[in-house]
């Protein structure tokens, strides 16, 4: 696949096989995802791994969704993404370590995709069951979770806004639709 498939192909995917996956194709995912851009190459993620059953389980359950509970159940992995606020900048309001943890997730998903895996982000959950079952230390954050596994079904695309209606050119102009020299 080259960049532009893996991009589309992706999909988030609620439903996971049981089947395993090589321990060294999880680690290359993750590896990926260490190479993402960061506020000042300060890179304040973390990854935790989780293939433990009884520690899946509980993520998938703090995130207080059923399929998102089935999926942590039945993917093989749960990757957790955290961070050292510490370790990243805040600039005009905005805390840039989710945006690191965001270009690092991003990172992991599209190589679990060209590695014929699925993911779903996960973004909404009880933070704090999380960094129990996990014993992640208080000043870090948990951002986002996902499982990796193989996929049930072909997966469904959902929708996206059309480009004309987000893309503007020069100017904050929605009817600006064509680039000017
Ligand atoms: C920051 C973030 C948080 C998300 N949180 C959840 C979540 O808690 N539960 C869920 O089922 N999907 C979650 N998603 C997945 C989105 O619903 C999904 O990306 C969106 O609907 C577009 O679908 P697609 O990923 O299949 O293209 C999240 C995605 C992002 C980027």
Same mark, same amino acid.
């Given at each position: 696949?080259?960049?532009y498939d893996t991009i589309n192909n992706r999909v988030s995917i609620r439903a996971y096989k049981k089947d395993k996956i090589d321990l060294?194709? +999880?680690?290359?995912? /993750?590896?990926?995802?260490? =190479?993402?851009?960061?506020?000042? *190459?300060?890179?304040?993620?973390?990854?935790?791994? /989780?293939?433990?059953?009884?520690?899946?389980?509980?993520?998938?359950?703090?995130?207080?969704?059923?399929?998102?509970?089935?999926?942590?159940? !039945?993917?093989?992995?749960?990757? +957790?993404?955290?961070? *050292?606020?510490?370790?990243?900048?805040?600039?005009?309001?905005?805390?840039? &370590? =989710?945006? !690191?943890?965001?270009?690092?997730?991003? *990172?992991?998903?599209?190589?679990?995709? %060209?590695?014929?895996?699925? @993911?779903?982000?996960?973004?909404?959950? !009880?933070?704090?069951?999380?960094?129990?079952?996990?014993?992640?230390?208080?000043?870090?954050?948990?951002?986002?979770?996902?499982?990796?596994? &193989?996929?049930? !079904?072909?997966?469904?695309?959902? @929708?996206?806004?059309?480009?004309?209606?987000?893309?503007? &050119?020069?100017?904050?102009?929605? *009817?600006?639709?064509? %680039?000017?020299?």
């Open positions: 696949m080259n960049i060294e194709i +999880v680690k290359k995912v /993750v590896e990926a995802a260490c =190479t993402a851009p960061s506020w000042g *190459n300060k890179q304040c993620w973390r990854f935790i791994i /989780v293939n433990s059953r009884v520690e899946k389980n509980l993520i998938g359950k703090a995130a207080g969704q059923p399929l998102i509970a089935q999926a942590c159940m !039945d993917a093989p992995y749960v990757i +957790v993404v955290c961070a *050292n606020p510490k370790e990243s900048g805040v600039k005009n309001g905005i805390e840039y &370590y =989710t945006f !690191d943890c965001a270009l690092a997730m991003e *990172n992991l998903v599209l190589s679990a995709t %060209e590695e014929g895996l699925s @993911t779903c982000i996960v973004g909404w959950f !009880d933070e704090k069951v999380v960094k129990g079952v996990l014993n992640i230390p208080e000043n870090i954050r948990v951002v986002a979770f996902t499982p990796l596994g &193989y996929a049930c !079904d072909v997966p469904k695309h959902s @929708t996206r806004k059309k480009p004309e209606q987000i893309i503007y &050119y020069n100017t904050w102009d929605k *009817n600006s639709h064509e %680039e000017k020299q």
